[in-house]
């Protein structure tokens, strides 16, 4: 079947703009999650949604990001007046049961704020 | 606090056996894991070792794992140019995953 899907895979956006990344999950999937990824580095835990609800969010930076999953399907991760040290890669998860340990990572979105 | 630390880099030669090594922080997490991302692309799960376990094996993959210590490893049987990539040691406390900076195994004809 499908993996996640991420939307766009490539995004410039000039600093101070918003922007909104998307992520579908593998269908039926229950549990949502974001990373980031710097060059050289590893994920970095941001927020993860069991269904519709956001269960953690205390890896978002700052108040200039949000997260969003209205229908408990396909989420949104915005950030607002986007700075130069927002870009990197941004990934998607899911899994398929609440507790459940296997996450399976989406192909992600490159962001460059210039 | 949650941590993972990893070694950087990694060579071998085709043939040889590889053990990629972790320490990690927090005793709470049920699950560890070892996720392999190949340049350009996505993160794929490898495999997963259960907190209560010393080892598992799965065809070339051999997991370690000391609990007492707070030490990981994965050994890569025989290992092939396609291996090459960088590998990531995982932890799981309360859901989210903490990665560590990953290490680059480069496997040289």
């Known amino acids: 079947g499908a993996g996640v899907s991420q939307s766009p895979r490539y995004k410039v956006t000039k600093r101070g703009q918003d922007v909104a990344l998307r992520c579908d999950p593998i269908s039926g999937h229950v549990s949502l999650y974001w990373y980031r990824q710097a060059l050289g580095q590893g994920p970095e835990f941001l927020t993860y949604f069991n269904y519709e609800a956001q269960q953690d969010k205390s890896g978002l930076p700052n108040d200039r990001f949000s997260a969003e999953r209205p229908e408990g399907s396909i989420s949104t991760l915005t950030i607002q007046r986007t700075e130069q040290r927002d870009s990197a890669m941004y990934r998607c998860?899911?899994?398929?049961?609440?507790?459940?340990?296997?996450?399976?990572f989406g192909p992600g979105t490159r962001l460059t704020v210039t | 606090g949650e941590d993972v630390e990893q070694s950087l880099f990694l060579s071998v030669r085709e043939g040889d056996s590889s053990v990629i090594n972790c320490t990690y922080t927090d005793s709470s997490s049920t699950y560890l894991y070892w996720y392999k991302q190949e340049p350009g692309a996505g993160l794929q799960l490898l495999t997963y070792?259960?907190?209560?376990?010393d080892m598992k094996q799965d065809q070339r993959l051999t997991v370690l794992l000391n609990k007492k210590d707070k030490h990981l490893s994965l050994r890569i049987a025989d290992t092939q140019t396609g291996d090459s990539a960088i590998y990531f040691c995982?932890?799981?406390?309360?859901?989210?995953?903490?990665f560590g900076q990953g290490t680059e195994l480069s496997v040289k004809p």
């Open positions: 998860a899911s899994s398929s049961e609440v507790g459940s340990y296997e996450q399976y």
């Open positions: 995982a932890e799981n406390p309360g859901g989210k995953l903490i």
């Open positions: 070792i259960f907190s209560n376990m």
